[in-house]
């Protein structure tokens, strides 16, 4: 793997669960990846539902027959959150994305 054109080996580790845990978790989790020497983390985008409510990223609107998006602090903003701390970290993500329902 390369990154910057340059060979890119790196330790790593799996926190499916950073999606629907709060900032002070996802802080938490980064910090102590980048204490143990960690490189990257790979975490899971998921959390569809079939009724809003809680952290999800989409949910299935019958009425307009189409997934309908969650762009608030509990949806994509939590995304956007993990970038942010991933950054600050130092650490690099890989983003597991799912399908749409």
């Known amino acids: ?4 054109g ?4 790196f330790g790593g580790t ?9 900032s002070s978790t996802v802080d938490q989790v980064l910090q102590t990846a980048q204490s143990d020497h960690l ?4 975490t899971w985008l998921f ?15 019958a009425a307009a027959g189409a997934p309908a998006y969650n762009d ?3 949806g ?5 959150f993990e970038i942010v701390s991933a950054a600050q970290h130092g650490i ?10």
């Not at 793997?1 to 910057?4: E, H, I, P, W």
């Not at 959390?47 to 609107?61: E, H, I």
Request: hydrophobic share 45%; net charge positive; no cysteine.
């Open 1 to 4: 793997m390369t990154l910057d």
């Open 6 to 9: 340059a060979p890119f080996r």
């Open 14 to 22: 799996n926190a499916y669960f950073l999606m629907v845990s709060g």
């Open 39 to 42: 490189a990257v983390v790979r």
């Open 47 to 61: 959390n569809d539902v079939t009724t809003p409510s809680g952290n999800y990223l989409q949910y299935w609107n």
């Open 72 to 74: 608030g602090s509990s």
């Open 76 to 80: 994509l903003g939590a995304i956007d």
């Open 92 to 101: 690099k993500l890989v983003m597991t994305l799912t399908r749409a329902l």
